[in-house]
Antibody, heavy 122, light 106 residues
């Protein structure tokens, strides 16, 4: 059973960089055709896709965040990371990591972490 | 940017059928997934590839997609189905979520 666990600071100051890690257990981030993704949800609002990194290392980002986002894989630690620069209060959200699996031309998020709340405030 | 629009809320009586729509430009040309999210919990995949149910998802959940609208149908709705539901699709390697629909079982 694949499990994902997000970790990182729960409070980040405006203009600083948000850094989160997602540790994967029960599977390898470097095996299979999976899209390891970050998704966020502001309090009381809907889901927003941030981006993904393919097991090969290629990435795709939400155009609205692309200039501030970096997603990376650390195969030795079996985890993926998210960095979001120049944060503002609008970046306050629960951040989820999720595994994207593709079959028959369709990709869906089949495993999710429990999510971690990051608040941007001075 | 590509957008997916859902009704903010849907109400249904226990045992009845709930239908949740998701609209987007030429959505029928893309594959749609649906996620269920209960308060304080992570989303759960309930439909992928327009109409396929993952293992463990009850048969009362079904999906369709044609034209510009995808639909998630919950037949014989139960109190446990009360949750937020999100559609999701891909547009040029970019993931897009719908605006979300709160299903209330009255």
């Amino acid at each position: 059973q694949v499990q994902l666990q997000e970790s990182g600071p729960g409070l980040v100051k405006p203009s600083e960089t948000l850094s989160l890690t997602c540790t994967v257990s029960g599977g390898s981030v470097s095996s299979g055709s999976y899209y390891w993704s970050w998704i966020r949800q502001p309090p009381g609002k809907g889901l927003e896709w941030i981006g993904y990194i393919y097991y090969s290392g290629s990435t795709s980002y939400n155009p609205s965040l692309k200039s501030r986002v970096t997603i990376s894989l650390d195969t030795s630690k079996n985890h993926l990371s998210l960095k979001l620069t120049s944060v503002t209060a609008a970046d306050t959200a629960v951040y989820y990591c999720a595994r994207g699996e593709c079959s028959g031309g369709s990709c869906s998020f089949d495993y999710w972490g429990q999510g971690t709340l990051v608040t941007v405030s001075s | 940017s590509y957008e997916l629009t859902q009704p903010p809320s849907v109400s249904v009586s226990p045992g009845q059928t709930a239908s949740i729509t998701c609209s987007g430009d030429k959505l029928g040309d893309k594959y749609v997934c649906w996620y269920q999210q209960k308060p304080g919990q992570s989303p759960v995949l309930v439909i992928h590839q327009d109409s396929k149910r993952p293992s463990g998802i009850p048969e009362r959940f079904s999906g369709s997609n044609s034209g510009s609208t995808a639909t998630l149908t919950i037949s014989g709705t139960q109190a446990m189905d009360e949750a937020d539901y999100y559609c999701q699709a891909w547009d040029s390697s970019t993931g897009v979520f719908g605006t979300g629909t709160k299903v209330t079982v009255l």
